[in-house]
């Protein structure tokens, strides 16, 4: 799963969509326009520094890429590093 503050709008209405016990239309509504309304952090000069840790699959996923985190990439910059084994 990806940080709600770097969700498109369409991945958090897919997530809320998914919830159980299922959720209506207007709070499925409520909620992702909260959510938008969060990611506007990114616009704050100086902009923050941020850094979150994201699962390698889901960065892997073509849909993901393409989507570039918030509908254009525009928040920052995606690192990978690599995956660390245990022992």
Known sequence: MVNGLLQSEEYARAVFAMWRPLLDE??????????????KIFSRRPAP???????????????????????????????????LQAG
Do not use: K, Y
Request: proline residues 4%; charged residues 35%; glycine residues 10%.
């Open 26 to 39: 207007d709070t499925i509504e409520q909620r992702v326009s909260a959510r938008l309304d969060r990611q």
């Open 49 to 83: 520094l941020l850094s979150f840790v994201i699962e390698e699959s889901v960065v892997r996923r073509p849909r993901w890429r393409r989507r570039a985190v918030r509908g254009g990439g525009g928040c920052g910059r995606v690192r990978v590093h690599p995956r």
